[in-house]
């Protein structure tokens, strides 16, 4: 059951894209305020079960949905849940660096209260420093926030959009390979970010990268055909894989 | 193996070249007929176009009448055929990007809207005689007008506007989604605001073809002999279109030189729209980050 | 509404969140507007249909339907009244079968060289330039082809009267040629590569490809771009009105006068007539033949073009 070790709790989660099954009944507890690393061959179905945490899934006119995923307590597929509101507590970073081109980088990180109707002109300026301080951007670009979000380095733009989901004050932080289209210098930095980031948020990254894996996340998650094979504390997981189709993956077998 | 044949192709070559330069023809021929046509509607025109000629009114002297009501209905036609027709074009085009997805009656709209943009113009005109002119009693007024216009352009503003909102990226959507705005807040602040230009762009394009509408008009009852400017809506009108037409009907030779100074009128309004929205699309290109 | 209120506020959020601006009423109201505005082209449709239908309707009571698809002359202005269809039918085919006999070679030729020769910078100058053509007002194509062609067709053919099918229908060709151009180009370009390369590849050249393998290839898509062009052509007025003259003879003699069904909507509309008379509900009745004429033509295009897009061309 629900407890507060934990903060999301996926039970059965089946997903599907027109006739063609996803996720094949996924069970998994997520632990508040770590990082869980979800890694996997492409299509193993990673990108869409998170999709699935903030209903995500559910925009593609051919998705459908089955199982139940409790945030805290509460079931996100209820019928009285508004997926809008959910999104606002489970925030989400993407693939690509996506900064709105006609912001800028002041009016990026405020789009989500800005667009929400629920930002106050006083706390703006607050906001601003402290979402880019968090997403250690703040040093950067403090003296040119009227410039447009859209002349920033790759690097730079996906920690503005980090930025840019704290501003809505999320607990939980999905990130969907938030560092593949980065070179190593600012994913580095993308990977110091979330040691300290998970002290206040619940983050939960899908990427292809093993030792990225190892870096960052407390607890790691191996997906293989839309099944949850594997699901352990990050170190053991890559020593001592109980699972033979774990180790091979991450011996680098296939994949 | 293949040493006794021959590989030099002057056959073919030459065919090809002979249908290079029929292609260059048929790109050329209407491309210099477009150049004469000009030319001859300037020639033709150019006796009459003076500042007299602009603010004159009709007259059965040809020389002097004039166009000024017929100019002043026009832009009236225009001004209120685009208040009608642009934002309930880019409203309908936003349900049908935004909202429609692959369902049945988006479906049915999207191929009502194709096979709308092919009816004849003066089909539009029947429906506004009989629809805006005498079941809804609005005369032969310029918003009879106007609104027969509107319905007659409203489906190439809508899919032009469609064009401009499918240039705006997927993953933008996603992260206006993902920082919980509803789905007409991320339309608000997010969708609109890229597309914006290329919306308003093809939206006057489109309805800067109403300019040169002439049948519509005739069947709404468009006035030819008319010594006044539209003052409201409900005023009766005459248009450029339609004073050309009535010159072009004249025996007299005078009068076909009206015909001619009013096509030039015409063209060159017709340009400085289009030319306004070529500008305001670069305006807001170079402001775009 | 209020449901819709409601339930946002015992939403999620609620706990952590004040006064949420979420998917309430509002969101829904917009929703509909919108909804509204892309209706309003179904009510058009049907608004056009009703109309035809109901004044159709009136004039069937009056005129049987073999006046109108049995006899060969039409003369419902004049007092021994006749109301053949045909002559305005013959009058709208010629001029739309001269200008399509302009429009197709003139439109394929100009297709196939963007599509199959010009390089991406000439393909980006010459496409918009012809496109220009279509931009021009209908009423200033009528003049030129009145005061500056039929003259030219009247030096070299005496024949040609003041007011005849062929200067307009030639006109009207020039004028839909980049209709049949740019929704050509489109389906030629959309063919696969591979298959030019597979035609190379057994040693055919550059023109027997594009003839045997190119065209055939998009051909729904040519044949929609016609089609699409006729519909355009049957359905143009002012041109034809114009320089067409206003004779309803069924002929299909190209150097004499005719009346297209569109110029004849026209020259009466032109005059005042007052509802309810059989002079009001002809014109109705031939917008109805005028409808469904260019109706066919289109959904034929729509049929065309999206089996063209289902075998991913």
Same mark, same amino acid.
């Given at each position: 059951?629900?407890?507060?070790?934990?903060?999301? #709790?996926?039970?059965?989660?089946?997903?599907?894209?027109?006739?063609?099954?996803?996720?094949?009944?996924?069970?998994?507890?997520?632990?508040? @305020?770590?990082?869980?690393?979800?890694?996997?061959?492409?299509?193993?179905?990673?990108?869409?079960?998170?999709?699935?945490? @903030?209903?995500?899934?559910?925009?593609? !006119?051919?998705?459908?949905?089955?199982?139940?995923?409790?945030?805290?307590?509460?079931?996100?597929?209820?019928?009285?849940?508004?997926?809008?509101?959910?999104?606002?507590?489970?925030?989400?970073?993407?693939?690509?660096? @996506?900064?709105?081109?006609?912001?800028?980088?002041?009016?990026?990180?405020?789009?989500? &209260?800005?667009?929400?109707?629920?930002?106050?002109?006083?706390?703006?300026?607050?906001?601003?420093?402290?979402?880019?301080?968090?997403?250690?951007?703040?040093?950067?670009?403090?003296?040119? %926030?009227?410039?447009?979000?859209?002349?920033?380095?790759?690097?730079?733009?996906?920690?503005?959009?980090?930025?840019?989901? &704290?501003?809505?004050?999320?607990?939980?932080?999905?990130?969907?390979?938030?560092?593949?289209?980065?070179?190593?210098?600012?994913?580095?930095?993308?990977? !110091? %970010?979330?040691?300290?980031?998970?002290?206040?948020?619940?983050?939960?990254?899908?990427?292809?990268?093993?030792?990225?894996?190892?870096?960052?996340?407390?607890?790691?998650?191996?997906?293989?055909?839309?099944?949850?094979?594997?699901?352990?504390?990050?170190?053991? &997981?890559?020593? #001592?894989?109980? !699972?033979?189709?774990?180790?091979?993956?991450?011996?680098?077998?296939?994949? | 193996?293949?040493?006794?044949?021959?590989?030099?192709?002057?056959?073919?070559?030459?065919?090809?070249?002979?249908?290079? +330069?029929?292609?260059?023809?048929?790109?050329?021929?209407?491309?210099?007929?477009?150049?004469?046509?000009?030319?001859?509607?300037?020639?033709?025109?150019? =006796?009459?176009?003076?500042? =007299?000629?602009?603010?004159?009114?009709?007259?059965?002297?040809?020389?002097?009448?004039?166009?000024?009501?017929?100019?002043? =209905?026009?832009?009236?036609?225009?001004?209120?055929?685009?208040?009608?027709?642009?934002?309930?074009?880019?409203?309908?085009?936003?349900?049908?990007?935004?909202?429609?997805?692959?369902?049945?009656?988006?479906?049915?709209?999207?191929?009502?809207?194709?096979?709308?943009?092919?009816?004849?113009?003066?089909?539009?005109?029947?429906?506004?005689?009989?629809?805006?002119?005498?079941?809804?009693?609005?005369?032969?007024?310029?918003?009879? =007008?106007?609104?027969?216009?509107?319905?007659?352009?409203?489906?190439?503003?809508?899919?032009?506007?469609?064009?401009?909102?499918?240039?705006?990226?997927?993953?933008?959507?996603?992260?206006?989604?993902?920082?919980?705005?509803?789905?007409?807040?991320?339309?608000?602040? +997010?969708?609109?605001?890229?597309?914006?230009?290329?919306?308003?762009?093809?939206?006057?394009?489109? +309805?800067?073809?109403?300019?040169?509408?002439?049948?519509?008009?005739?069947?709404?009852?468009?006035?030819?002999?008319?010594?006044?400017?539209?003052?409201?809506?409900?005023?009766?009108?005459?248009?450029?279109?339609?004073?050309?037409?009535?010159?072009?009907?004249?025996?007299?030779?005078?009068?076909?030189?009206?015909?001619?100074?009013?096509?030039?009128?015409?063209?060159?309004?017709?340009?400085?729209?289009?030319? +306004?929205?070529?500008?305001?699309?670069?305006?807001?290109?170079?402001?775009?980050? | 509404?209020?449901?819709?209120?409601?339930?946002?506020?015992?939403?999620?959020?609620?706990?952590?969140?004040?006064?949420?601006?979420?998917?309430?009423?509002? /969101?829904?109201?917009?929703?509909?507007?919108?909804?509204?505005?892309?209706?309003?082209?179904?009510?058009?449709?049907?608004?056009?249909?009703?109309?035809?239908?109901?004044?159709?309707?009136?004039?069937?009571?009056?005129?049987?339907?073999?006046?109108?698809?049995?006899?060969?002359?039409?003369?419902?202005?004049?007092?021994? *009244?006749?109301?053949?269809?045909?002559?305005?039918?013959?009058?709208?085919? $010629?001029?739309?079968?001269?200008?399509?006999?302009?429009?197709?070679?003139?439109?394929?030729?100009?297709?196939?060289?963007?599509?199959?020769?010009?390089?991406?910078?000439?393909?980006?100058?010459?496409?918009?330039?012809? /496109? $220009?053509?279509?931009?021009?007002?209908?009423?200033?194509?009528?003049?030129?082809?009145?005061?500056? $062609?039929?003259?030219?067709?009247?030096?070299?053919?005496?024949?040609?009267?003041?007011?005849?099918?062929?200067?307009?229908?030639?006109?009207?060709?020039?004028?839909?040629?980049?209709?049949?151009?740019? $929704?050509?180009?489109?389906?030629?370009?959309?063919?696969?590569?591979?298959?030019?390369?597979?035609?190379?590849?057994?040693?055919?050249?550059?023109?027997?490809?594009?003839?045997?393998?190119?065209?055939?290839?998009?051909?729904?898509?040519?044949?929609?771009?016609?089609?699409?062009?006729?519909?355009?052509?049957?359905?143009?007025?002012?041109?034809?009105?114009?320089?067409?003259?206003?004779?309803?003879?069924?002929?299909?003699?190209?150097?004499?006068?005719?009346?297209?069904?569109?110029?004849?909507?026209?020259?009466?509309?032109?005059?005042?007539?007052?509802?309810?008379?059989? /002079?009001?509900?002809?014109?109705?009745?031939?917008?109805?033949?005028?409808?469904?004429?260019?109706?066919?033509?289109?959904?034929?295009?729509?049929?065309?073009?999206?089996?063209?897009?289902? *075998?991913?061309?």
């Amino acid at each position: 059951m629900a407890d507060s070790a934990h903060k999301i #709790h996926a039970r059965q989660v089946k997903a599907w894209f027109a006739d063609k099954q996803i996720l094949q009944g996924v069970d998994m507890a997520i632990p508040k @305020n770590q990082v869980t690393a979800i890694i996997g061959p492409s299509g193993c179905g990673k990108s869409t079960f998170i999709r699935c945490i @903030n209903r995500m899934h559910e925009l593609v !006119d051919v998705a459908r949905f089955e199982g139940e995923i409790l945030l805290d307590e509460q079931d996100v597929y209820g019928s009285d849940v508004d997926p809008v509101l959910l999104r606002r507590r489970v925030g989400m970073v993407f693939q690509k660096p @996506n900064p709105f081109p006609t912001m800028s980088i002041r009016d990026n990180v405020l789009a989500g &209260l800005k667009m929400t109707g629920r930002l106050k002109k006083s706390e703006a300026d607050a906001i601003v420093e402290r979402s880019l301080g968090k997403a250690a951007l703040w040093g950067e670009v403090k003296d040119r %926030l009227k410039e447009p979000g859209g002349g920033l380095s790759g690097g730079q733009q996906q920690r503005l959009c980090i930025a840019r989901s &704290l501003a809505v004050d999320p607990e939980v932080l999905l990130m969907d390979e938030p560092c593949s289209a980065l070179d190593p210098i600012a994913t580095a930095r993308i990977e !110091d %970010l979330l040691s300290d980031l998970r002290q206040n948020y619940t983050i939960v990254i899908v990427t292809h990268n093993m030792q990225q894996a190892t870096r960052v996340s407390d607890k790691t998650a191996f997906f293989l055909h839309g099944e949850l094979i594997e699901f352990g504390e990050t170190d053991s &997981l890559f020593t #001592h894989p109980a !699972d033979s189709r774990t180790e091979d993956y991450i011996t680098g077998k296939f994949g | 193996m293949g040493q006794s044949v021959d590989i030099c192709g002057c056959r073919s070559k030459l065919g090809e070249r002979l249908f290079h +330069v029929g292609c260059w023809l048929a790109i050329l021929l209407p491309l210099s007929m477009l150049i004469v046509l000009v030319a001859d509607v300037a020639i033709d025109g150019i =006796g009459r176009l003076d500042w =007299g000629f602009i603010k004159g009114y009709p007259s059965r002297r040809a020389h002097r009448a004039g166009i000024w009501p017929a100019f002043c =209905g026009t832009l009236w036609l225009v001004g209120l055929t685009g208040l009608l027709a642009i934002p309930i074009g880019i409203g309908g085009a936003v349900y049908l990007e935004e909202y429609g997805g692959n369902s049945r009656l988006a479906g049915f709209i999207e191929l009502n809207i194709a096979n709308l943009a092919g009816v004849p113009s003066v089909i539009y005109g029947l429906l506004g005689l009989e629809f805006f002119v005498r079941v809804a009693g609005l005369g032969s007024s310029v918003l009879a =007008g106007a609104c027969t216009l509107a319905l007659l352009v409203l489906p190439i503003v809508i899919i032009s506007s469609r064009e401009a909102l499918r240039t705006v990226p997927h993953g933008l959507r996603e992260a206006a989604l993902g920082l919980g705005c509803t789905p007409w807040q991320m339309i608000r602040k +997010v969708v609109l605001p890229m597309a914006l230009p290329g919306i308003l762009t093809g939206a006057i394009l489109s +309805v800067s073809r109403a300019i040169g509408e002439t049948a519509p008009l005739i069947l709404v009852g468009a006035v030819v002999f008319i010594t006044f400017t539209p003052e409201g809506v409900d005023s009766q009108f005459t248009a450029l279109p339609i004073q050309i037409f009535n010159w072009v009907s004249m025996p007299q030779k005078g009068f076909m030189e009206n015909a001619a100074a009013g096509i030039v009128v015409l063209l060159l309004t017709l340009l400085s729209i289009n030319l +306004v929205a070529i500008l305001l699309r670069n305006h807001f290109q170079r402001r775009r980050y | 509404m209020l449901d819709a209120t409601a339930s946002a506020l015992r939403t999620v959020g609620t706990e952590s969140e004040p006064a949420p601006r979420a998917a309430g009423g509002g /969101e829904k109201l917009i929703e509909t507007l919108l909804l509204l505005c892309a209706v309003l082209s179904i009510i058009t449709t049907i608004g056009v249909l009703a109309v035809l239908l109901f004044e159709t309707v009136s004039f069937f009571t009056k005129v049987s339907f073999s006046q109108f698809f049995a006899d060969a002359k039409w003369t419902p202005l004049f007092a021994n *009244k006749h109301f053949g269809i045909w002559p305005l039918v013959s009058g709208t085919l $010629l001029t739309s079968v001269i200008a399509i006999s302009v429009a197709l070679p003139l439109g394929l030729m100009a297709a196939i060289y963007l599509s199959e020769f010009a390089g991406p910078r000439t393909r980006a100058f010459v496409k918009p330039t012809l /496109e $220009l053509l279509a931009g021009v007002p209908t009423i200033v194509y009528g003049y030129f082809a009145l005061v500056f $062609l039929t003259p030219i067709l009247q030096a070299f053919m005496p024949q040609v009267e003041a007011f005849n099918a062929l200067s307009p229908g030639l006109i009207m060709g020039i004028m839909i040629m980049p209709m049949i151009s740019s $929704l050509s180009e489109d389906a030629l370009h959309a063919v696969p590569n591979e298959l030019r390369e597979g035609a190379y590849g057994l040693g055919a050249s550059k023109l027997s490809t594009i003839f045997r393998v190119v065209v055939p290839a998009a051909k729904s898509g040519v044949v929609a771009a016609v089609t699409l062009a006729v519909s355009r052509a049957i359905g143009e007025t002012m041109i034809v009105t114009i320089a067409g003259g206003a004779q309803p003879n069924f002929t299909f003699d190209p150097r004499g006068a005719v009346e297209t069904m569109t110029a004849f909507i026209i020259s009466v509309s032109k005059g005042d007539t007052p509802t309810g008379t059989i /002079e009001y509900q002809t014109i109705f009745a031939v917008g109805s033949m005028l409808f469904l004429m260019t109706f066919t033509m289109n959904f034929i295009t729509q049929r065309l073009l999206r089996s063209s897009r289902g *075998k991913g061309l």
